[in-house]
């Protein structure tokens, strides 16, 4: 079992480097076509940033780091606090500030669309720009305060501290969506009311700034589902890894769903791309940019 485990990690290191380059690119592509989009609003664009630049960080950073933890151990036997002790803090302060920055930054991201559908007009007045980047610094200060804390405190008391930060994030980012997806629905039966009264005229403004703005409140939803997706089988495998520490096949699923976790940094920027008319049209436009430059290169 254990030789399977080592020959699985072969393909497992080939996706990582595709994923590094996927996601390093992608995300360095997004966070240009962000900042060249005005028609994006600037808080929830503080917002996106921050979490496009954790998800740049983990496929600079992320990937390679695990690339190397693959090749170091293939069997995941050895522990790194004892076999590898330099790597495993390099390895444990990089890998988790940009963990947590993504839990946080989607926990963010959920709470501002919220507020944005609930508070309509007194939004603007209560969440301004200079508010939102004062919280996205605490985010990341917080962020890289975490790995500190719990290097601290003994592993046990560590990975509970954890667990109830991932568990609470989860949960509250779930709840706020759910009520942002009923929000929503509720929406676009008054849009199809408005739409069909015969005073459309007087209605358009109203039907243009609730469609605009829902159509920003389902960016929300498509990355919490995505980063459920890839971030709770990780969870999960490391939970069922900790009642039963020597079985091979747990070790390999773990494997793959770290790999799995990692994939949610290059489908953010897909996401974003897919629901942000403005930030798709930056980036054709740079396209188009870069393919009339080209002949003049050539010449």
């Not at 989607?106 to 508010?131: G, N």
């Not at 610094?137 to 991932?166: D, K, N, R, T």
């Not at 739409?195 to 389902?218: C, D, G, I, W």
């Amino acid at each position: 079992m254990e030789a399977a485990l080592y020959w699985s990690t072969i393909p497992n290191i080939v996706v990582n480097a595709v994923l590094c380059f996927t996601a390093s690119t992608l995300n360095g592509v997004t966070i240009y076509a962000l900042r060249k989009t005005p028609s994006v609003p600037k808080p929830l664009k503080a917002l996106l940033l921050s979490l496009a630049v954790s998800d740049l960080g983990v496929g600079i950073l992320g990937h390679p780091l695990y690339i190397t933890r693959l090749a170091l151990d293939p069997r995941l036997q050895a522990d790194l606090r004892t076999s590898f002790p330099t790597f495993h803090m390099v390895y444990k302060f990089v890998i988790n500030p940009f963990a947590c920055a993504s839990f946080f930054g989607v926990l963010s991201l959920s709470l501002d669309r919220f507020l944005a559908i609930h508070l309509h007009l007194r939004y603007q007045e209560l969440v301004t720009y200079q508010r939102v980047v004062t919280a996205v610094i605490s985010v990341w200060v917080l962020s890289g305060l975490i790995p500190l804390i719990s290097q601290q405190i003994p592993i046990h008391i560590a990975y509970v501290f954890l667990a109830v930060i991932a568990v609470s994030c989860f949960v509250v980012s779930g709840v706020l969506n759910s009520m942002i997806y009923a929000t929503v629905r509720r929406h676009a039966h008054q849009i199809h009311s408005l739409q069909v009264q015969p005073t459309v005229q007087e209605n358009a403004p109203n039907v243009t700034n609730a469609s605009r703005l829902r159509k920003s409140t389902f960016i929300t939803i498509h990355v919490y589902v995505l980063f459920l997706v890839c971030y709770l089988p990780c969870f999960c495998a490391l939970g069922f890894i900790r009642f039963y520490p020597r079985l091979a096949i747990l070790k390999a699923v773990y494997q793959y769903t770290v790999t799995l976790l990692f994939l949610n940094s290059s489908l953010n920027p897909l996401i974003y791309c897919w629901k942000l008319r403005g930030v798709r049209q930056t980036i054709m436009n740079m396209h188009a940019a870069k393919r009339t430059f080209q002949p003049k290169l050539k010449l």
